[in-house]
């Protein structure tokens, strides 16, 4: 079974829908990196059944995001955070060329620095 990473921020964002066992499940596979046998020894479940819970609560998940989008909205957000950033330090870069104010460096970098928490956010 090979694994896709983005399962691992569709937990993030839908772990909650899940049941129990299909959130463990996962959580144990994709983010401590388990193996089947592993989590069946831990979770007192067979093998088969942790393979089973874990392929239902990925196609959950992929339900949900196909429903819901979240995740795609959220990497369109840093995309625009990012651009906006570039477009920033290029503005930026181009006031160095003429005559401006402390005020309007200051603006831009509190503007850069408020979109680098912003990534924080989403990263």
């Given at each position: 079974m ?8 569709l ?42 819970s ?5 196609e ?64």
């Amino acid at each position: 079974m090979g694994k896709n990473l983005e399962i691992t921020y569709l937990i993030d964002i839908y772990g909650s829908m899940l049941t129990d066992k299909q959130r463990d499940a996962l959580e144990l596979y994709y983010f401590e990196d388990l193996s089947l046998a592993e989590i069946a020894q831990n979770m007192q479940i067979s093998r088969q059944g942790v393979r089973d819970s874990i392929k239902r609560g990925e196609e959950i998940l992929f339900t949900l995001e196909n429903s819901l989008g979240y995740l795609k909205k959220m990497r369109k957000y840093e995309e625009i955070i990012s651009n906006i950033k570039e477009q920033n330090l290029l503005m930026l870069s181009e006031l160095k060329k003429i005559s401006y104010t402390r005020a309007v460096q200051s603006r831009c970098e509190a503007l850069i620095s408020y979109l680098d928490e912003c990534t924080e956010l989403f990263g």
